[in-house]
């Protein structure tokens, strides 16, 4: 099952750090956040990758095309420019880069990556957002209900898509940054059926969080796996302060792998 990360916005909120680099690669602990995101799928045994790339992408191109050679030890004889890998420590990861955009919207940027996802159920979450949900819980609530989307609600600050609640967790209603009490919002981790593609529409405008989240709620087909654990968005420098205070300490709850 491959894992599709939305890495693509201009981090905006963020812009201390984002003006030279793309905010997934904003670092916490020395690693870029969506260096981290993709370890915690790695735990659970997902290792192919498809990022969805738009403001400075290259920036993330350069880094995973680098990757084995700054995870390696080497002697280089600069005589020659001939290389000797002594040992390499790089994850088992297959990553596909894909310029979604430099303006396109998070709908627009999944409708883009339909191709690399040869019609199977697939993975998707932001590239900013850390937590330890459990994916195997999430994948195996998502095959019980048989809904053609899961996604994982939260109960934090209400700034995000709040999501109203029906029989069986199906989700009846999706309405995007509202603010009101006692509701979930989208903390992201979802998983996806390909069916989900015909509710996006061919555009650059498209919002995920918008009418295809909103029309997959209204046709029963949208699901909530609830995560009461760790959740928390790198959405401003304070956020960046916080979580790699955490890391520092030994309190990053997101560290799922050894």
């Given at each position: 099952?491959?894992?599709v990360i939305l890495a693509g916005g201009y981090g905006t909120r963020i812009s201390e750090e984002?003006?030279?680099r793309p905010k997934p690669m904003v670092e916490i602990g020395g690693k870029p956040v969506l260096w981290h995101i993709m370890k915690i799928y790695s735990h659970y045994g997902f290792n192919e990758f498809i990022i969805c790339l738009g403001y400075k992408g290259f920036y993330i191109k350069e880094y995973f095309a680098n990757y084995f050679l700054h995870q390696s030890d080497l002697t280089i004889d600069l005589k020659d420019n001939s290389r000797q890998i002594h040992c390499n420590n790089s994850e088992n990861w297959k990553i596909?880069?894909?310029?979604?955009?430099l303006n396109t919207m998070t709908g627009g940027r999944i409708k883009r990556i339909e191709k690399y996802i040869d019609n199977d159920t697939f993975l998707l979450t932001y590239g900013d957002g850390l937590s330890n949900?459990?994916?195997?819980?999430?994948?195996k609530n998502h095959k019980k209900n048989q809904?053609?989307?899961?996604?994982t609600g939260i109960r934090p600050q209400g700034r995000f898509g709040l999501m109203k609640i029906g029989s069986n967790n199906d989700v009846i209603n999706f309405a995007e940054k509202k603010d009101e009490d006692n509701s979930l919002i989208n903390g992201g981790y979802f998983v996806c059926e390909p069916s989900i593609f015909d509710y996006?529409?061919?555009?650059?405008?498209?919002?995920?969080?918008?009418?295809?989240?909103?029309?997959?709620?209204?046709d029963g087909e949208l699901n909530l796996n609830f995560h009461d654990g760790f959740w928390k968005p790198m959405d401003s420098l304070k956020d960046k302060v916080d979580l790699n205070h955490m890391w520092n300490?030994?309190?990053?709850?997101?560290?799922?792998?050894?």
């Open positions: 099952m491959k894992v984002t003006d030279t596909t880069l894909v310029d979604t955009g949900v459990n994916i195997a819980e999430l994948i809904k053609k989307c899961t996604v996006i529409k061919n555009d650059d405008e498209s919002i995920w969080e918008k009418d295809p989240l909103e029309k997959l709620a209204n300490t030994g309190k990053a709850d997101w560290k799922i792998w050894k």
